[in-house]
């Protein structure tokens, strides 16, 4: 077995600016995500950026599905029941 094939890659991160070249969603809109706590970062750069591993963008399509029926609290519990355990929102109620 050659070394490459023993080595572990590291998952993948994301940045919020490649969530946003491929969902189609805004900047802010995701930053909104997360601050709700539909969505969770799963670490920081050193530069302050957030970053999102790769089962945000299923989160994000559920989302996008649930938010035309659903509020933030709605969607957090069902997202909750299909993903497993989500962050309480710090900021209370959805604004907007």
């Not at 670490?43 to 970053?51: E, I, P, Q, S, V």
């Not at 089962?55 to 993903?83: N, P, Q, S, T, W």
Request: hydrophobic share 40%.
């Amino acid at each position: 077995m050659s070394v490459v094939a023993r080595v572990k890659l590291p998952p993948k991160r994301y940045k919020i600016g490649e969530l946003v070249a491929f969902t189609g969603l805004t900047r802010q809109t995701i930053h909104n995500y997360t601050r709700w706590g539909l969505i969770d970062e799963v670490a920081w750069t050193d530069g302050g950026h957030r970053l999102y591993d790769e089962g945000v963008f299923e989160k994000l399509a559920r989302i996008v599905e649930l938010r035309e029926m659903h509020g933030v609290d709605e969607m957090r519990g069902i997202l909750a029941a299909e993903f497993g355990s989500v962050e309480s929102c710090e900021s209370g109620q959805f604004e907007g």
